[in-house]
């Protein structure tokens, strides 16, 4: 077969320039192989991994190394010193509360309680000698102090008549100046004459009061009745004395200052005081019944105390005995505690580090006390996970001391609000039970899990599936499983779950093949 040559490419091998035509095809045979290499498709199938998502049993936990802790882990030691007398148990046996360990000797200390018991014993009869009963002079004296108290009283209530008759005269003189003041010389109602005309009537109705109330005290001088009038007697004066004083000044106006003579204005002064001396006189009435009804009150309050005990006095003194007397007492008693140690509650003794005859010294630890039966585990959370635990969710404990094969189930009981610091790491502490646990025992490590969060049949992917982009999430679904090529779709995730899955909410079906890794 014949193969026709271009004439083009004739004339690059037969042309006049033909070396210059060899060095310009060559150069563009490279760029032909460079504009291939860039712009041809690109095969990615050895630069992906991919998988499907699928329907899965999700579950997100918190893990966390922490140590078996008995609800009572007590360091017990002597608060004094001194030669060990007894030692009451030993490790392995079980206590209960107020059940005494070991002893001191204390045969000084039971001496001197004994004392202080004693010492006690006499105060206290003292003061209940003094509590049978107050002699007669005295219970004398307290009843003649009210006595007097009740018969001031009643002098005062007497004479109160007087002094609220001479406040009801003032009021009635300063009635009747009032009325001549304003028929003589405030004939027309004016502006002017309708203050003097309301004073006027104001002091007409307190008139009236006072008359009817004054009346009804003198038929029936009730101590209750002459203190409501002596309270309105002070009120009346107060108003009264006011509305003098209003006439008065319009006494001055311009329009009837020439009018009036200077006797009628010196009337209205003289009033105005007399009206005060009535005012000063029902106060002090109204004071003197105040302090003369507190005296007597004093008066009974002592006869009381003075009918049902002694003096208080001696009272004083005898109580001041017995609460000396029992001072001693409780600090004996405290020094002997002090040589004692007690089980503060109910736990097995799990260790004995004093023995008898050897020298006790304050503090020292002699005696751990914990309650085996009752044991928790406790762990430190970090700050990244503790928002995600709860009281009451679910743990899975393995125990170095019994194995990686061997499970067993808790709760979370609490989680401590205050944080602690480990190594530049805010930690929390989180305690789960522990029940029917054989074989286990208090400082053994503990491995918990803590079940957070939990679905089932969830439609999830690698967490490496996902990608964020502009605070949205997608994942790159394939389109041709041989080349590789593939879409973005927008996601909504859910349960950060255990083994690097993340649960999808929306945007992706179950069976779809995605990229779970890329190569960059």
Do not use: C
């Not at 498709?41 to 922490?66: C, D, H, M, R, Y």
């Not at 004398?140 to 009283?153: E, F, G, L, T, W």
């Not at 039966?373 to 635990?389: D, K, P, R, Y």
């Amino acid at each position: 077969m014949k193969i026709k040559v271009p004439n083009f490419l004739k004339n690059i091998f037969t042309g006049k320039h033909k070396k210059r035509n060899i060095w310009l095809t060559i150069i563009l045979v490279i760029v032909i192989i460079i504009g291939f290499l860039v712009f041809s498709p690109k095969n990615n199938t050895g630069s992906i991994q991919t998988g499907f998502v699928a329907k899965q049993n999700l579950q997100e936990t918190v893990l966390s190394t922490g140590q078996v802790v008995s609800s009572t882990d007590l360091s017990l030691s002597f608060q004094g010193s001194g030669v060990v007398k007894k030692v009451s148990v030993k490790e392995g046996d079980k206590v209960t509360q107020g059940q005494v360990l070991a002893t001191l000797d204390a045969a000084s200390a039971y001496a001197t309680l004994t004392s202080a018991s004693g010492s006690l014993m006499q105060a206290q009869a003292n003061y209940d000698k003094l509590l049978a009963g107050a002699s007669r002079p005295t219970v004398q004296v307290s009843q003649d102090a009210v006595n007097s108290s009740k018969q001031d009283i009643t002098n005062a209530y007497n004479g109160a008549i007087n002094t609220l008759n001479i406040g009801y005269t003032a009021v009635y003189i300063a009635d009747f100046l009032a009325k001549s003041t304003e028929d003589a010389y405030f004939p027309t109602y004016d502006l002017v004459g309708l203050e003097v005309r309301n004073a006027k009537l104001e002091i007409d109705g307190i008139v009236q009061n006072i008359k009817s109330s004054l009346d009804a005290v003198k038929v029936n001088p009730m101590q209750q009745g002459i203190d409501a009038l002596v309270s309105q007697e002070i009120i009346a004066l107060n108003t009264t004395y006011n509305d003098i004083n209003v006439i008065r000044v319009q006494t001055d106006a311009d329009t009837y200052s020439s009018r009036i003579p200077d006797l009628q204005r010196t009337a209205l002064d003289a009033q105005k005081a007399s009206i005060s001396s009535a005012l000063l006189g029902a106060t002090s009435l109204q004071q003197n019944l105040a302090s003369l009804k507190l005296a007597l009150q004093r008066a009974e309050d002592q006869l009381s105390v003075t009918t049902a005990v002694p003096t208080q006095a001696d009272l004083d003194l005898a109580a001041g005995q017995v609460l000396s007397a029992q001072g001693q007492v409780n600090a004996a008693q405290a020094v002997l505690n002090n040589l004692i140690i007690k089980a503060p509650a109910d736990g097995t003794i799990t260790q004995v580090d004093v023995k008898v005859g050897e020298l006790a010294t304050p503090s020292k630890e002699a005696i751990i006390l914990q309650d085996v039966g009752s044991l928790h585990a406790e762990a430190n959370v970090s700050e990244a996970n503790v928002a995600t635990i709860q009281v009451g969710q679910p743990i899975d404990y393995t125990f170095d001391a019994l194995g990686p094969d061997q499970h067993f189930s808790g709760t979370v009981l609490t989680i401590n609000p205050a944080s602690t610091v480990i190594s530049g790491v805010v930690d929390y502490l989180v305690k789960g039970s522990l029940d029917n646990i054989p074989n286990i025992r208090p400082g053994m490590t503990a491995n918990m899990t803590i079940l957070v969060a939990k679905k089932d049949n969830a439609l999830a992917v690698p967490s490496t599936a996902v990608i964020n982009k502009n605070n949205k999430q997608y994942v790159r679904v394939i389109d041709n499983h041989n080349k590789k090529t593939y879409h973005e779709v927008q996601v909504q995730t859910g349960l950060q779950a255990d083994g690097g899955l993340i649960e999808i909410t929306s945007g992706l079906n179950d069976g779809q093949e995605i990229i779970i890794y890329m190569k960059s």
